[in-house]
């Protein structure tokens, strides 16, 4: 099982990324995937899960980056992406793709097993 999150970059105020997480070793469609940021000097959190198409495919979002942030699965491509609009300098961190590995679940998940490599996102002009 192996994950990679790729799309980071520099951005100013306002503008967008679209960050891709792609699965090798499993059907990334059958699980629940979840991105999680980490700012400097803070510790990691919750951005947003999607639930196993087995389950309903909802998806979660915390408050903060509600409608702004949208996640959707490309099951041709075994990824998962996480539109970014709407940035804000507080949205800068590190972001990781990862998931708890278990069948059909749904969000949120108990836990998180396997993590993807980061990819930074700076929020800056």
């Known amino acids: 099982v192996q994950l990679q999150a790729s799309g980071g970059g520099l951005v100013q105020p306002g503008g967008s990324l679209r960050l891709s997480c792609a699965a090798s070793?499993?059907?990334?469609?059958?699980?629940?995937i979840g991105w999680f940021r980490q700012a400097p000097g803070k510790e990691r959190e919750g951005v947003s899960c999607?639930?196993?198409?087995?389950?309903?495919?909802?998806?979660y979002y915390v408050d903060s980056v509600k409608g702004r942030f949208t996640m959707a699965r490309d099951n041709a491509k075994n990824t998962v992406y996480l539109q970014l609009n709407s940035l804000k300098p507080e949205d800068t961190g590190v972001y990781y793709c990862?998931?708890?590995?278990?069948?059909?679940?749904?969000?949120?998940?108990?836990?998180?097993?396997?993590w993807g490599q980061g990819t930074l996102v700076t929020v800056s002009s």
């Open positions: 990862a998931t708890d590995g278990v069948y059909g679940g749904s969000c949120p998940a108990l836990r998180y097993d396997y």
């Open positions: 999607i639930s196993s198409s087995d389950s309903d495919g909802s998806t």
């Open positions: 070793g499993f059907t990334l469609d059958y699980f629940v």
